[in-house]
């Protein structure tokens, strides 16, 4: 939903980037393939359910501060960094608790893993396009607001349930 979004953002006033220069954007994404190696060691120290709130309270806060960046490059910028580390880092820990449950069905795992994402993805992107022409920026910010305070609350309420599974001993 934010990725399709942002096009639209960045190609209108007051911006009007081409799609060269909005594809550079992408770039401050790569924060969140370096933050995802500090994912999995909080993982492997037994942190993931803690360090999963904090990715999701993350997510919820770039929205927030996404709210007030439609005149603002560099708060995009930083809007894209947070989100991309946050997310990343809600996958990796997700996946990774996830391969915990069975190590014969890994693969099984991943492939719901992978198509769920996809299917998120997806839903994301067109619902990106019914809110921009709702209400712009500000109904996608809010939409994200949403949607990441259901992921946080989830987290909460299930951090505690019968699908977590405990850390393996070494």
């Known amino acids: 939903m934010f990725w399709t979004a942002l096009t639209f953002l960045l190609s209108a006033p007051p911006f009007g980037y081409s799609v060269t220069e909005i594809g550079l954007f992408g770039l401050a994404g790569v924060a969140g393939a370096l933050a995802a190696r500090r994912a999995g060691r909080l993982h492997d120290r037994g942190l993931s359910l803690p360090a999963t709130g904090i990715a999701w309270a993350l997510v919820l806060a770039a929205f927030v501060l996404g709210a007030f960046a439609g005149r603002s490059v560099t708060l995009v910028v930083v809007v894209i960094v947070v989100l991309d580390t946050a997310v990343q880092g809600v996958n990796l820990l ?20 992978v198509t769920s994402n996809f299917l998120g993805g997806a839903i994301g992107s067109a619902a990106a396009s019914v809110l921009w022409a709702a209400g712009g920026w500000t109904a996608v910010t809010v939409a ?5 305070g259901f992921g946080l609350l989830v987290w909460a309420l299930g951090r505690r349930g019968p699908l977590v599974v405990a850390p393996r001993p070494e």
């Open 94 to 113: 997700n996946q990774s608790r996830m391969f915990a449950v069975s190590d014969e069905a890994r693969s099984r795992l991943n492939t719901a893993f």
């Open 144 to 148: 994200g607001m949403v949607l990441s």
